[in-house]
């Protein structure tokens, strides 16, 4: 029997229930409000990093 058999294939036909995994709760709210602050903070870097750039436009 070869390993991508089509016994294998029926066998890997069942729904899998990924959202069991996901986090409900005081944790999704935790998770939320730490993405949200990863991406200000990451924002806030992307911003200041143009801003350092554009030092030699203000030249007059």
């Given amino acids: 029997m070869s390993i991508n058999s089509v016994d294998n294939i029926r066998n890997n036909d069942d729904p899998s229930d990924y959202e069991k995994d996901l986090p409900d709760g005081e944790v999704a709210s935790k998770n939320a409000k ?7 903070l ?5 911003l200041k990093e143009l801003l350092e ?7 007059l």
């Fill in 53 to 59: 750039g554009t030092d030699d436009d203000w030249d």
């Fill in 42 to 46: 990451m924002e806030e870097k992307r």
């Fill in 34 to 40: 730490l993405h949200k602050r990863l991406d200000d």
